[in-house]
């Protein structure tokens, strides 16, 4: 089983509309969550970290469901730059009880349309 | 200001031909990673180098080395590239290990011929 699953879309939406996606992660002792955002082409940039109480930063809300494991992020109003690969990111506990790195997902891809 | 440079943005290189990637970062941060991006995948984490304790991962193949000489930079060497290496490396830093954010590069896009 994968550490960190997305689907891979493409999701396509028209400009303005409302879209969710989802992310779940198979290692129960995950400690942080977050999302990059990756452009065609581009490096990943953080977009915004995942808080168990959810948290939104302008037209971007993020919430995650520790019991069900899985992350979600939702766009509202959504611009034609939004289009882009969206990176679903768990940080692990080792064996050893130390923090790991991070962990990607493959992405989703969305494209906004006109 | 760029915080994370890598170089060159492109290369070619033949099978078998060794290679080198730079990254070079002006964070001053303690931990650099390489990952290693093929289309449609999800970065995968080849090394990093905690301070100058290097520090790989299991399933990093053997053909694939690292130095870090400073702080600022770190090289990738790839000894004997095969065509299943082509792919985009990625160089991140961030602050400490573990630590939520890591900042990339553009990333050097590798072609083998």
């Known amino acids: 089983r994968k550490e960190v699953e997305q689907d891979p879309g493409p999701f396509n939406v028209p400009e303005g509309a409302t879209v969710a996606f989802n992310c779940t992660y198979s290692?129960?002792?995950?400690?942080?969550f977050f999302w990059y955002r990756q452009d065609c082409r581009k490096e990943p940039k953080l977009l915004m970290s995942v808080y168990s109480s959810g948290n939104e930063d302008g037209r971007f809300t993020a919430q995650l469901n520790r019991a069900s494991q899985y992350i979600s992020l939702l766009i509202r109003d959504s611009k034609l730059s939004d289009s882009a690969t969206y990176l679903c990111?768990?940080?692990?506990?080792?064996?050893?009880?130390?923090?790991?790195?991070?962990?990607f997902g493959k992405g989703t891809h969305l494209i906004i349309q006109p | 200001d760029a915080m994370v440079i890598q170089n060159p943005r492109y290369q070619v290189t033949q099978f078998g031909k060794p290679v080198t990637l730079s990254c070079s970062q002006t964070?001053?941060?303690?931990?650099m990673y390489w990952y290693q991006q093929k289309s449609s995948q999800a970065p995968k984490l080849l090394f990093h180098y905690y301070d100058k304790d290097f520090n790989n991962e299991a399933d990093t193949p053997d053909n694939f080395q690292s130095r870090r000489p400073n702080t600022s930079f770190c090289f990738l060497d790839i000894r004997s590239p095969g065509l299943g290496d082509a792919a985009m490396y990625l160089c991140?830093?961030?602050?400490?290990?573990?630590?939520?954010?890591?900042?990339f590069g553009p990333g050097t896009r590798l072609t083998v011929t």
């Open positions: 991140a830093t961030s602050r400490e290990w573990g630590a939520p954010e890591q900042y």
């Open positions: 964070l001053n941060h303690n931990v």
């Open positions: 990111v768990v940080t692990q506990i080792h064996s050893g009880g130390g923090a790991d790195g991070l962990t």
């Open positions: 290692n129960s002792a995950s400690q942080s």
